[in-house]
């Protein structure tokens, strides 16, 4: 079974920083493409990262774009969220998700992670 676990959430203070992890298992980690998410309290969930299987490059909300860096560790099956200069905006829980190409619509990504709770305090 895809199984993906976030971690590395938590309390910061406007400005602070955190770096989420998602440990990944039950599939080949180099042929599915694993994205970001985030829903706030009482808004739609929405793709922070993600990857284009057309050029190959990583793709940021231009709410994050700047200060939050996707990264890949194939030897750990582990994709990172590496998050900077955060916002009480940025305040969500978190996911993790495959398949989930930047074209890909919400509604067909099939695999989610538990979420993780990312609150910046003002």
């Known amino acids: 079974d895809v199984q993906l676990q976030a971690s590395g959430g938590g309390l910061v203070q406007t400005g602070g920083s955190l770096t989420l992890s998602c440990a990944t298992s039950?599939?080949?980690?180099?042929?599915?493409?694993i994205a970001w998410f985030r829903q706030a309290p009482g808004k739609e969930r929405e793709r922070v990262s993600c990857?284009?299987?057309?050029?190959?490059?990583?793709y940021y909300a231009d709410s994050v774009k700047g200060r939050f860096t996707f990264s890949s560790d194939s030897a750990k099956n582990t994709v990172y969220l590496q998050m900077t200069d955060l916002k009480p905006a940025d305040t969500a829980v978190y996911y993790c998700?495959?398949?989930?190409?930047?074209?890909?619509?919400?509604?067909?990504?099939?695999?989610w992670g538990q979420g993780t709770q990312v609150t910046v305090s003002s």
């Open positions: 998700a495959t398949p989930a190409p930047c074209a890909r619509p919400l509604r067909r990504v099939d695999n």
């Open positions: 990857v284009s299987w057309a050029d190959g490059k990583t």
């Open positions: 039950g599939f080949n980690f180099d042929d599915l493409a």
